[in-house]
């Protein structure tokens, strides 16, 4: 149904490991972000990348590291997080980056342990 | 829906009814407005968008509303039925990104 694609749905993890969350369109899109969704908040943007150059960092702590290898491809490496990290994060892209909608994959329900 | 904040404003219809959530937004410079629909356990999804061109643009059963001059974005959902219990989200384009209000629960009741 959706033309991006989250894995893994689910995640628990220690603050000590190291894990690795990945997203996947097919829309033939050029722009990718990452968005964390927690409660008692609305949704922040982490990254942007644009044609694989990422173009927006959000003051996101460095145990957050993202990936984009190819314009299909957005992956967010996570390292040493801490319990308020525990969130929904959401990958999406657009066509471009700027007045167009964006579309959503189903996010990865990450829990830190 | 477990992805979005506890303390939601929460809009009661009955099905049937007309639905309208409303958006204050910030920018006055903003060109670009977008509403997503958010149910639980998935990701936002498109219903619809304007742009600071028009203050009308209607869908299937949808209708977006732009107020330039008090800064007010609506979104009138007409005959609502049970589906359409989601939480909705308006934003607007901040340069190279989307800004998200907090959302809006809306509850339909048979």
């Known amino acids: 149904e959706t033309g991006v694609t989250q894995t893994p749905r689910h995640l628990v993890m220690g603050m000590t490991n190291k894990k690795s969350l990945k997203c996947e369109q097919h829309l033939g899109h050029n722009a990718m972000y990452w968005y964390k969704q927690s409660a008692k908040k609305p949704l922040e943007l982490m990254f942007v990348?644009?044609?694989?150059?990422?173009?927006e960092n959000n003051s996101v702590p460095s145990r957050f590291s993202p990936e984009c290898p190819n314009s299909s491809h957005l992956f967010l490496h996570l390292h040493t997080l801490q319990p308020e990290d525990s969130a929904l994060y959401l990958c999406a892209s657009s066509q471009d980056i700027g007045n167009q909608p964006q579309h959503f994959g189903d996010g990865t329900r990450l829990s830190i342990l | 829906g477990e992805s979005v904040g506890l303390h939601l404003p929460t809009l009661s219809v009955q099905e049937g009814d007309n639905s309208i959530i409303n958006c204050a937004y910030s920018n006055s410079a903003s060109d670009y407005f977008i509403w997503y629909k958010q149910e639980s356990g998935k990701g936002p999804q498109f219903i619809i968008d304007i742009r600071s061109n028009m203050d009308k643009r209607q869908g299937q059963r949808v209708t977006v509303l732009l107020n330039k001059t008090v800064k007010h974005l609506s979104l009138q959902i007409a005959a609502t039925q049970p589906g359409d219990s989601a939480v909705y989200f308006c934003?607007?384009?901040?340069?190279?990104?989307?800004?998200f209000g907090a959302g809006t629960r809306l509850a339909v009741h048979p």
């Open positions: 934003a607007e384009d901040g340069y190279n990104k989307l800004i």
């Open positions: 990348y644009s044609l694989e150059e990422r173009v």
